[in-house]
């Protein structure tokens, strides 16, 4: 499938940017090239960052969340995933991208972000209380081997406790079903 810059698992560091912690999903949905296909089965693109030798223990439990949670959308409308990209109907590709030292809000006094100065040191009384917010982006495509993506977009999110699995877990699920709102039954 082609897909630009997808495809592997990619860790982002940037510097501190200022932004909101009660910050909605953002998405942008694929507009299909391709008219959409009846199919029953799918493919991942690439093998599981689990397989990578020397991947970070983090990556390798966000992927494993982000598989675990497009299988359950999958399975309920009724796909079957096959090893093998070559036997599926469609195959299903991702990247996910991390952008860390984000700040988020204090939740108690929203106004910390507008007298928040990016180059203030550490301890500061100004810095807010949340640093380290990473900025997840996910983007998630499912098409045709060798085609376009007819199904996906990109889905980005400000985590505020990227400690909390269970909320890493539930902003997945929230941007996997708006990305994939469209995909029909299984045939």
């Known amino acids: 499938m082609q897909f630009g810059t997808l495809g592997r698992l990619t860790v982002l560091a940037l510097g501190a940017v200022a932004l909101m912690a009660c910050e909605t999903l953002n998405v942008e949905r694929v507009q299909p090239a391709e008219a959409p296909v009846a199919f029953s089965t799918y493919a991942w693109g690439q093998s599981s960052l689990g397989e990578t030798q020397g991947a970070a223990a983090q990556l390798v439990e966000l992927d494993e969340d982000l598989r675990a949670t497009v299988a359950g ?55 807010p209380s949340q640093t380290g917010a990473p900025r997840v982006t996910l983007t998630l495509g499912l098409g045709r081997p060798g085609g376009r993506v007819i199904w996906g977009g990109n889905a980005t999110k400000l985590l505020a406790r990227p400690e909390n699995r269970e909320e890493r877990r539930r902003v997945l699920n929230t941007a996997v079903q708006e990305l994939l709102r469209d995909l029909p039954p299984a045939y």
């Open 73 to 127: 959308l999958m399975q309920s409308r009724g796909y079957r995933l096959v090893e093998d990209p070559t036997t599926a109907d469609m195959v299903m590709d991702y990247q996910v991208a991390i952008v860390e030292e984000e700040f988020a809000s204090d939740t108690e006094n929203s106004s910390w972000d507008a007298q928040f100065d990016s180059n203030a040191q550490r301890g500061v009384v100004e810095l």
